[in-house]
């Protein structure tokens, strides 16, 4: 079975600083990635994804990811944040090679940008 | 339409009731998925559908809960005696086929009171 750990429940970060958001994984196959992001009273937005090839993965909103198979993870980082990315944020796992059709998600992390 | 619609947005209800969470997927979707959002906590698979047929239906947690999707579109969850701990968003995707990005509807907030 497949797990999704977000370390941090919330991370709070002054405007225009860089922020990362953790995220780890476990899974015996190859999996794929996804982040999404929910703002408040609205449905989960994709930020970005990762499926296969480079392990740097751009996405929305200024947002990129690294994929480490070693580690096991897929943190999410952003060089400098804006008062708009305060949302909750979700790491996602597929493991389609083990059958499983749903997406797992981690808990989330509420990023919450202080002006 | 553009996107994933899911109704009602809310829905309250009483302990012991029936009711049915409506998710209209995104047009040429074969593939959608039903989860359960509970306060704090991450979206849990509950089931998919690849066409009209559910085929994956794991995630349920027990016999009063069940979906449809006659017609390949629209599907309908439905949650029968409902209880207090049903009390969740429940958030429907679609995707173009299984493996494919899901694309997430704005979700029903169901309270059982």
């Known amino acids: 079975a497949q797990s999704v750990t977000q370390l941090d429940s919330q991370v709070p970060v002054f405007e225009e600083a860089p922020v990362e958001l953790r995220c780890n994984y476990s899974?015996?196959?190859?999996?794929?990635l996804f982040w999404y992001v929910q703002y408040p009273n609205q449905g989960l937005q994709l930020l970005l994804k990762?499926?296969?090839?480079?392990?740097l993965v751009k996405g929305i909103n200024g947002f990129e990811a690294e994929f480490n198979k070693s580690q096991t993870s897929f943190h999410l980082r952003k060089p400098s944040v804006h008062i708009s990315d305060t949302a909750e944020y979700f790491c996602?796992?597929?493991?389609?090679?083990?059958?499983?059709?749903?997406?797992?998600f981690g808990k989330g992390t509420h990023l919450i940008i202080q002006p | 339409g553009a996107g994933v619609s899911q109704t009602p947005s809310n829905k309250v209800t009483e302990k012991g009731k029936y009711v049915e969470l409506r998710c209209d997927p995104i047009s040429g979707h074969t593939a959608l998925y039903w989860y359960r959002q509970s306060l704090g906590q991450g979206p849990e698979f509950l089931i998919y559908f690849q066409g009209t047929g559910a085929a994956d239906d794991s995630g349920l947690p027990n016999d009063r809960f069940f979906a449809v999707r006659p017609e390949g579109s629209v599907s309908t969850l439905k949650i029968q005696r409902t209880e207090r701990g049903d009390s969740a968003v429940y958030l429907c995707?679609?995707?173009?086929?299984?493996?494919?990005?899901?694309?997430f509807g704005a979700g029903t907030r169901l309270s059982v009171l």
């Open positions: 899974s015996s196959v190859s999996v794929y």
């Open positions: 996602a796992v597929s493991d389609l090679g083990g059958g499983a059709d749903g997406l797992t």
């Open positions: 990762y499926l296969s090839g480079s392990t």
């Open positions: 995707a679609s995707s173009q086929g299984r493996g494919d990005i899901q694309y």
